[in-house]
């Protein structure tokens, strides 16, 4: 049982974590622009917005797994909702998936951790 503990708290962290890293690799592209260098550092900024608020967000969940729990789905649904706006619905629609699937998967268990530290 204590295994079972141990998953379910260090499970939705790491992912985040591995989440929010995967995320800063799509601002990589304002390199191949050929801008200035503070061009560059706002395009970075800009870029990186969305894994920026999920580190803060990471950061808060550490303590209170049901922020991180609500978050997390919220954000899954926001970027399919957004996805299927920006593009007609394609291939390229289904590859939004990458990063929704692990999104809930990521809510779906602080919310489990917040359940089990609440009994």
């Given at each position: 049982?204590?295994?079972n503990?141990?998953?379910?708290?260090?499970?939705?962290?790491?992912?985040?974590?591995?989440?929010?890293?995967?995320?800063?690799?799509?601002?990589?592209?304002?390199?191949?622009?050929?801008?200035?260098?503070?061009?560059?550092?706002?395009?970075?900024?800009?870029?990186?917005?969305?894994?920026?608020?999920?580190?803060?967000?990471?950061?808060v969940?550490?303590?209170?797994?049901?922020?991180?729990?609500?978050?997390?789905?919220?954000?899954?649904?926001?970027?399919?909702?957004?996805?299927?706006?920006?593009?007609?619905?394609?291939?390229?629609?289904?590859?939004?998936?990458?990063?929704?699937?692990?999104?809930?998967?990521?809510?779906?268990?602080?919310?489990?951790?917040?359940?089990?530290?609440?009994?």
């Amino acid at each position: 049982m204590q295994n079972n503990n141990k998953f379910v708290f260090w499970a939705p962290r790491v992912l985040s974590i591995i989440l929010v890293l995967f995320l800063t690799i799509f601002s990589w592209d304002v390199f191949d622009e050929n801008l200035g260098f503070w061009q560059t550092i706002l395009g970075l900024l800009i870029h990186n917005i969305p894994a920026i608020l999920l580190a803060a967000i990471i950061w808060v969940s550490w303590k209170y797994e049901i922020v991180g729990g609500i978050a997390f789905i919220l954000a899954g649904i926001a970027h399919m909702v957004f996805s299927v706006v920006r593009v007609d619905y394609d291939i390229s629609s289904a590859f939004s998936l990458i990063i929704d699937v692990p999104a809930f998967l990521i809510g779906i268990l602080f919310l489990t951790g917040w359940f089990k530290k609440k009994k």
